[in-house]
């Protein structure tokens, strides 16, 4: 294997996830609508063009992508450039974001580690490094302590009710023993992990967890649905008002008398609130963990409706050791699965339990049964080095490009030229995209080792988007996924005659709003989110017009227009999801007017400028996906 043959193995989509390879299953509705579809004629070789799974012909080499090419040459290099020079000593606002600089391991220069966010991960990836390393370990001495029971290897002992294969049979056996083995393991190494990143507030996560979890088992199935979801968002705004509940304000509650400040300081609760773990704000965490106590409530709920004397993998005669991931997700495990201890297991599983991928239960208890065949030795290195190199990626970009220091000290933003601006909040949204992706691939490194299949959750680059839904989809897919599954389908958003016509569009609409307001509300309860929240959910109504205006069955014969048409469209998502996120993650509403681009001469220029290389930028997406399709790989985003 040569080198590039290697680079190209290295950043596939297969390495990435093999949720994306090609499947029968995959209907065609999911390739791009600016493109044609995969029921397009495919002609002979003889001369003519030639559809290969659904794609165009290549246009690498024409004319047009010539240009498009001498544009990335000269745009790319710019772009880098100019953020590069705003963050040099001789810039006039370098005095007044250099306190937020540190000293860099690169020689010369100095890392912008002032995004709090992120640098908690940088700063304890040694430690996290450790604990990847022991936790599988661990868990191979704790297998080889507790191997697998004599009676399943000769098969002679009873399937549980509601159980799949034959009591006989010693694979499905071995398959239950694995279960309990490794949720044995994991209920033993997540209590020490959660005691030792939240000290004595670790009791607090179990006592919601165990409300949730008698929410879900004792109340009438009708009445489940909306009190997890009052409970849950409850939990939401009661940990954010309640700061965490520390305990010295419990015990001054407790008190039966006034307490002076010295006393309160010095109460019980105050001792119990000094060892708070490494990481004492639980409750920041504990957002993530509230999305698994919903699956966990939903999959049983839905579980007991289908409940029957077989099992459905029975019923539909699949393979349980090579369950697709929708039938990991959709098929509900055996009745007995839904017990508090394999509950306690899924929320709080330790390469997952601080940021995730999302993983639904019942996907979590197939998986504990059988290791997922997409899990093997090389896939996992090579998804490895591309983490690694996403991380010297990030290490360079703090070295060399101040971005967050510079939004943080909040600079007088007109001593920026328009385009210096536009480049800084480009660069922060980068910032922005790398910082989420780095924890979530490195955890789900972390259960790929421990054979835990989570989804990817970052399938595409940042700048690798045109299209507002698609967007979604792909940026924090798992909780996307989640979101389709708990929240977008029981309002109605599955498909349908309901959701098809003017009104089934309207209807659509009011969901994406009640949707992004859950989402807002999710990262965290500020009225700037929620501001956020509601300009994305606007933001997607262009898409959704043009979409009804311009219908690709009126341009099969135009296909060419139908292309320029779709890249003026994607021109205007782009601009409006990075308004979006710029008011909402990054420089604020005073940084996005600072750039002037609709209030002077240079700033028009500059937009009209912008606006030519994202229009080449689109194309290039385009062809991107025409070439995933000719390699028949269809992806939703």
């Not at 246009?59 to 240009?67: I, L, S």
């Not at 006039?92 to 540190?102: A, G, M, R, T």
């Not at 029971?149 to 098969?155: A, E, F, H, P, T």
Request: contains cysteine.
């Amino acid at each position: 294997m040569t080198l590039l043959q290697y680079v190209g193995k290295l950043y596939s989509v297969d390495t990435l996830d093999t949720r994306f390879t090609p499947s029968p299953r995959t209907p065609s509705s999911l390739i791009d609508p600016a493109q044609p579809s995969p029921r397009e004629v495919k002609s002979s070789g003889d001369g003519s063009q030639k559809q290969l799974n659904g794609g165009s012909p290549p246009k690498w080499k024409t004319k047009e992508f010539a240009v498009h090419g001498l544009v990335f040459l000269v745009a790319v290099p710019l772009m880098f450039f100019t953020v590069y020079q705003v963050s040099q000593p001789w810039n006039p606002s370098f005095p007044k974001f250099e306190p937020l600089l540190s000293h860099g391991w690169i020689p010369g220069r100095k890392v912008d580690n002032s995004d709090s966010q992120y640098a908690s991960f940088r700063d304890n990836v040694p430690y996290l490094f450790v604990l990847m390393v022991m936790h599988p370990l661990l868990r191979n001495i704790f297998d080889t302590l507790y191997p697998i029971s004599r009676m399943v290897s000769k098969g002679t002992y009873n399937m549980m009710p509601n159980g799949s294969g034959s009591p006989s049979d010693p694979e499905y056996l071995k398959a239950d023993d694995r279960l309990n083995r490794r949720i044995n393991f994991d209920i033993i190494f997540n209590l020490l992990f959660i005691g030792a990143l939240h000290g004595f507030s670790a009791p607090k996560v179990l006592i919601i967890l165990s409300v949730n979890y008698v929410l879900a088992t004792r109340l009438k199935r009708e009445y489940v649905p909306g009190v997890t979801w009052v409970f849950n968002i409850g939990i939401l705004f009661a940990n954010e008002f309640g700061q965490g509940y520390p305990y010295s304000k419990i015990a001054a509650r407790l008190s039966p008398w006034a307490l002076s400040q010295d006393e309160k300081s010095a109460n019980w609760g105050s001792y119990l609130d000094s060892y708070g773990g490494l990481n004492p704000r639980w409750e920041i965490l504990f957002n993530v963990t509230v999305l698994r106590l919903i699956s966990f409530n939903f999959d049983y709920v839905w579980a007991k409706d289908r409940s029957g004397n077989s099992s459905p993998v029975e019923k539909k005669q699949l393979d349980p050791t090579n369950l697709s991931e929708r039938d990991r997700v959709d098929l509900p495990a055996k009745a007995q699965d839904y017990s508090f201890r394999n509950y306690l297991a899924y929320a709080l599983y330790s390469p997952l339990y601080n940021a995730g991928p999302i993983l639904t239960f019942n996907d979590y208890i197939s998986q504990q049964r059988y290791t997922p065949k997409s899990i093997t030795r090389n896939r996992t290195i090579l998804y490895g080095i591309r983490f690694f190199l996403a991380l010297l990626a990030m290490e360079v970009m703090i070295h060399f490009i101040y971005v967050v220091a510079i939004s943080k000290a909040q600079p007088a933003w007109e001593i920026y030229s328009p385009f210096q601006l536009s480049m800084l909040g480009y660069f922060n949204l980068h910032h922005i995209w790398l910082k989420l992706l780095l924890p979530w691939r490195f955890f789900r490194l972390w259960a790929l080792i421990d054979g835990i299949d989570p989804p990817e959750n970052m399938v595409r680059c940042m700048s690798d988007n045109y299209s507002t839904f698609a967007f979604w989809r792909g940026w924090h897919r798992s909780f996307n996924r989640w979101i389709i599954r708990y929240i977008y389908i029981p309002l109605g958003g599955s498909g349908g005659s309901a959701t098809r016509g003017r009104w089934g569009t309207l209807r659509g609409v009011v969901n994406l709003f009640v949707v992004f307001s859950f989402v807002a509300m999710w990262h965290d309860i500020q009225l700037r989110l929620l501001v956020w929240g509601w300009l994305i959910s606007l933001f997607v109504l262009p898409e959704v017009v043009a979409t009804f205006l311009f219908p690709k069955h009126k341009w099969q014969n135009r296909k060419e227009a139908y292309r320029i048409i779709c890249g003026i469209g994607g021109v205007g998502n782009i601009l409006m999801m990075m308004a979006a996120n710029l008011v909402g993650f990054a420089v604020g509403l005073d940084g996005v007017k600072g750039t002037r681009m609709l209030t002077s001469d240079i700033g028009l220029v500059v937009l009209a400028a912008v606006c030519g290389a994202l229009f080449t930028g689109v194309q290039v997406m385009f062809e991107l996906r025409q070439q995933e399709l000719r390699q028949g790989i269809h992806m939703k985003c």
